[in-house]
């Protein structure tokens, strides 16, 4: 099974900070792997999503990185701004299946 | 936002009786799936559907069913509700090993 962890679990940090969260998994054979962003109360929405054979994407001021031998993907957030307060959880799928094994999210505050 | 729609959005209902959940898509996607969010637990995957008619049991299946009769409808059934599955449920969408999309949510109360 697939183990999705994700560290740490509240970051705050002031306006205009850069920031990098955290996100492992257990199992390296993975097909893809996605950053979503949760608002209080709604529903996911995709931020970025990265092939097993990428090792970056880039959006705007958000960039995710892949190190599938390490098990573990990163989430930069440049000049981070108010507006980006909100939970961000990474999903991964296998190699084999269609389901995403999802981490517990990281719950962002930033600071005006 | 994917033309996806979840009803109720609320529910609070009692031990033992019967829920089903709606999920509604206009996207004419292939895969349909139900989530549930619980604190310390992230998302799981209860159900999944791969076409109409075609289910297939997720990690945490127990006490659930699903029935998908047509392309843009997947409901989920708790046939008798206990106090456990009171949860947030997302139904996604996707058209295949790529992205998934999210419906609102429905929140579930069950006393």
């Known amino acids: 099974k697939q183990e999705v962890t994700q560290i740490p679990a509240a970051l705050s940090v002031p306006e205009g900070e850069n920031l990098v969260l955290n996100c492992s998994f257990t199992?390296?054979?993975?097909?893809?792997l996605q950053w979503f962003r949760q608002d209080p109360g709604k529903g996911l929405t995709s931020l970025l999503l990265?092939?097993?054979?990428?090792r970056e994407q880039t959006s705007g001021r958000l960039n995710a990185s892949l190190d599938k031998s390490s098990g573990r993907s990163t989430l930069y957030i440049a000049a981070s701004q108010p507006g980006d307060s909100a939970t961000y959880l990474c999903?991964?799928?296998?190699?084999?299946?269609?389901?995403?094994?999802f981490g517990t999210g990281t719950s962002l505050t930033v600071i005006p | 936002d994917a033309g996806i729609t979840q009803s109720p959005r609320h529910k609070v209902t009692e031990t033992g009786t019967p829920v089903t959940l709606r999920c509604h898509q206009t996207?004419?996607?292939?895969?349909m799936y139900w989530y549930r969010q619980d604190p310390g637990h992230g998302l799981r995957l209860i159900h999944y559907?791969?076409?109409?008619?075609?289910?297939d049991k997720g990690e945490v299946s127990d006490g659930y069913s699903v029935s998908r009769s047509k392309t843009e409808d997947f409901l989920l059934t708790l046939e008798s509700a206990t106090s456990s599955q009171t949860s947030v449920y997302f139904c996604?969408?996707?058209?295949?090993?790529?992205?998934?999309?999210f419906g609102p949510g429905t929140r579930l109360l069950v006393l």
């Open positions: 559907s791969y076409g109409v008619k075609d289910t």
């Open positions: 199992d390296s054979a993975i097909y893809n």
């Open positions: 996604a969408i996707g058209q295949g090993r790529e992205t998934q999309y």
């Open positions: 996207e004419n996607h292939r895969y």
């Open positions: 990265i092939q097993s054979s990428q």
């Open positions: 999903a991964v799928k296998r190699d084999t299946g269609n389901q995403f094994y």
